[in-house]
């Protein structure tokens, strides 16, 4: 079957990238690369290929999820079980810049595929592990999905409302984390590779990537005893930071928190007295009467439908922005214009929309993503052009179900 037709175009257009493993941590790492550009080879097992190809909803047949996650990506169908597939692996690593890969640690130096290993081929190969825990440590071999990644963070405690349990944030957070931080933790490498001329590991944990990005929070507890949780829509301390209500129930969020913006919302509300009031016109007693002034402003707000507080918020340069569904990203002008929802053509022949690439380059310009590819869709072209492997030898492999 015939190659991803799409021309390879972008910053990592001369990047070729080995994606083992399976369902989002990893995946949605490939995926950001090859929305850069860079040529994904995905291996996916022979019997049934990623179990992303049947998450999510899924219409006729299809998951609506795999077109986006594996958009760009030629499929190549292996089975890593044996000796014979194996070795196509270290065949294509040889001719590889990246492995990237996210399963339980220990399963590639098992298999005789472990960085040592395909060093040992390829000194400037760089393989990049994404695991719940990392390679090293106490609880290095556990299993661990992104939501115990959540938990473990942080993140999960101080998600959702102070008098529920902790929440979920509607998407899978951890994974996500994990593989933006596996993609920079590529390019850091491929970066110092050009001076050093040699590969190296990239260690990816999930509980570390939330853990990041908790702010100043063990900072807060140990030095000031303070252990920032759950505060349902507002950041304590800081305000008008809220999510307000209109005459015609549409939710918007006005962030008016600086001092120079909240006088002009003041201006826009009419009351110019409170931008005066010393309980209001500063950051700090602003934050210490959070319910008092966000009440005056929602009785304010539902005085008007949300186009009009929209309206109104945008003139006085008061940031705000509506509380939007996946209905509103489909037909908002600004996604539009900005490309942020674009429609990949699945193997059923239905368009179905995706978000766009992020970032937007001023020059090298990545080529419109293509959908996900059918299982094995690109096997042979693969062993051929890459490493070498001839027709005859190809069908003698699928013969013994070591490729699909």
Known sequence: MATIQ???????????????????????????????GAEVIKVENTE???????????????????????????????DLHTDTGRDLVRKLAAEADVILENFRPGTLARWGLSYDDLAAINPRIIVVHVSGFGQTGPRATDAGFGSVGEA???????????????????????????????????????????????????????????????????????????????????????APSNVYPTSDGVEVLIAANADGVFRRLCGAMGRDDLADDPRFAEHGPRGERMAELDAMIGEWTSTMTGEDLLARMEASGVPAGRIYTAADTLTDP???????????????????????????????????????????????????????????????????????
């Open 152 to 238: 473990m963070g942080g993140i999960r405690f101080t998600t959702g409302d102070p008098e529920n349990p902790p929440s979920r944030t509607g998407v899978s957070l951890g994974d996500s984390l994990a593989a933006m931080f596996a993609v920079i933790g590529t390019l850091s490498a491929v970066h110092e590779r050009e001076r050093s001329g040699r590969g190296q590991e990239v260690d990816v944990a999930i509980y570390e990537a939330v853990a990041a990005l908790m702010e100043s929070s063990m900072a807060d507890f140990d030095i000031a005893g303070v252990l920032r949780g759950r505060t349902g829509s507002v950041l304590p301390g800081v």
């Open 6 to 36: 799409n021309p390879r175009t972008g910053p990592l257009a001369d990047l070729r990238v080995i994606e083992l493993g399976s369902f989002i941590a990893g995946p949605f790492a490939g995926q950001l690369l090859a929305d850069y």
């Open 334 to 404: 600004h996604y539009a214009a900005r490309d942020m929802v674009i429609r990949l053509l699945n193997s059923g022949g239905k368009q179905v929309p995706a978000p766009g690439v992020v970032p937007k380059f001023s020059r090298s310009t990545p080529a419109t993503p293509v959908a996900g590819r059918e299982l094995g869709a690109d096997t042979d072209a693969v062993l051929q052009d890459v490493v070498g492997v001839d027709a005859e030898t190809i069908s003698q492999l699928r013969r013994d179900s070591v490729v699909r």
């Open 48 to 78: 049934n290929g990623d179990p992303m190809r049947r998450w999510g909803i899924n219409v006729d047949g299809e998951s609506l999820w795999w077109p986006s996650i594996a958009r760009n990506k030629k499929s190549v169908a292996i």
